[in-house]
């Protein structure tokens, strides 16, 4: 599976960004897609997984500013970020997996850098 982000960017504390995540080759091996971060010195902290039936997580520090939406007939994955805190800063990495119980990542994509600052 190869996965190709897209949408990152510099965006003012407040603002909103949208990005954006195409999956291409053997899909049928995972049934879930994602977004983990990782700000610099930190580790990398999953922000949102969805199901290929809707189902959706996301990390407490995000949770009714981000929203993640997929188009099966597309194999995309799409995160909607608003109200944008300096704290969001980092590089944003697609990826894509089996979520059972637990979620685990298979594939990854390139990271897309997300800055906000003013």
């Known amino acids: 599976v190869q996965l190709q982000a897209s949408g990152g960017g510099l965006v003012q504390p407040g603002g909103s960004l949208r990005l954006s995540c195409a999956a291409s080759?053997?899909?049928?091996?995972?049934?879930?897609m994602g977004w983990y971060r990782q700000a610099p010195g930190k580790e990398r902290e999953l922000v949102t997984i969805?199901?290929?039936?809707?189902?959706?997580n996301y990390a407490d520090s995000v949770k009714g500013r981000f929203t993640v939406s997929r188009d099966n007939a597309k194999n995309s994955v799409y995160l909607q970020m608003n109200g944008l805190k300096p704290e969001d800063t980092a590089s944003y990495y697609c990826?894509?997996?089996?979520?059972?119980?637990?979620?685990?990542?298979?594939?990854w994509g390139q990271g897309t850098l997300v800055t906000v600052s003013s």
């Open positions: 080759g053997s899909i049928r091996s995972i049934n879930a």
């Open positions: 969805i199901s290929s039936g809707g189902s959706t």
């Open positions: 990826n894509a997996g089996l979520w059972v119980r637990s979620y685990s990542p298979r594939y």
